[in-house]
């Protein structure tokens, strides 16, 4: 199972560095997309583009240690605004703002 092809595999959820990222959609400007990633999040949004309708667009991206582990508690932040999977119903801004609070708990390489 690749990686680009499922956000859910264990594989992603274990990996050491990476980014966690908080993604747009340009059909669903009230939905956000919460997820982690290995690879470079710009090229990643453009391989989500290309598999559907609409545009992806990253927000905000942030390259660090465990980036699963801090996607995971950013999404519990959100559980209740939850729309389906990884996406939420969240201005990106309030997203963006409780993930830097999260990076005060969590080691990561760069606070940006």
């Not at 995971?72 to 409780?98: D, G, T, W």
Request: with cysteine; hydrophobic share 35%.
């Amino acid at each position: 199972m690749s990686i680009e092809n499922s956000q859910q595999s264990v594989t992603v959820d274990q990996i050491s560095f990476g980014n966690v990222y908080i993604m747009t959609h340009s059909i669903f400007s009230n939905v956000i997309k919460i997820g982690c990633t290995p690879n470079d999040t710009q090229a990643y949004a453009k391989s989500l583009s290309a598999k559907g309708p609409g545009d992806y667009q990253v927000y905000f991206s942030l390259p660090c240690n465990n980036p699963c582990q801090i996607k995971k508690q950013l999404r519990k932040h959100f559980e209740a605004e939850q729309y389906v999977n990884e996406f939420y119903e969240v201005a990106p801004e309030k997203a963006k703002s409780i993930l830097k609070r999260e990076l005060m708990k969590i080691p990561v390489l760069n606070n940006y």
